[in-house]
């Protein structure tokens, strides 16, 4: 079973920049998709990016596109979410999680999602 553990979070002020890393073990990501999703107080969990593992291809959210760049190290077995021009609405926490969902719209939903890790916050201060 794969288990993920993020890193990376922060305060940071509007226009910096943070990397956000998920590290994976105990099983190969091999097959999986791997996806950031976030999620603001008193608001639901929200796509924000994916990653298919088999060729490395990345899909955004329309909110993220130009800013969010999602990349991998196959080496490590780790993924990071580079984050530029933070706005105070980035704020939330960020999840990193896996699927063995390959297609969308599949991988754009939260609930297809099997596997997650604990969570970063991540602060914009304006």
């Known amino acids: 079973q794969v288990q993920l553990v993020e890193s990376g979070g922060g305060l940071v002020q509007a226009g910096g920049s943070l990397r956000l890393s998920c590290a994976a073990s105990g099983s190969t990501l091999s097959g999986k998709t791997m996806g950031w999703f976030r999620q603001a107080p008193g608001m639901e969990r929200a796509f924000v990016a994916a990653?298919?593992?088999?060729?490395?291809?990345?899909y955004y959210a329309d909110a993220v596109k130009g800013r969010f760049t999602f990349s991998r190290d196959n080496a490590k077995n780790t993924v990071y979410l580079q984050i530029n021009s933070l706005k105070p609405e980035d704020t939330a926490i960020y999840y990193c999680a896996a699927t063995n969902i390959v297609s969308m719209p599949g991988m754009r939903r939260a609930i297809n999602y099997d596997i997650w890790g604990q969570g970063t916050q991540v602060t914009v201060s304006s």
């Open positions: 990653l298919t593992w088999s060729d490395g291809n990345t």
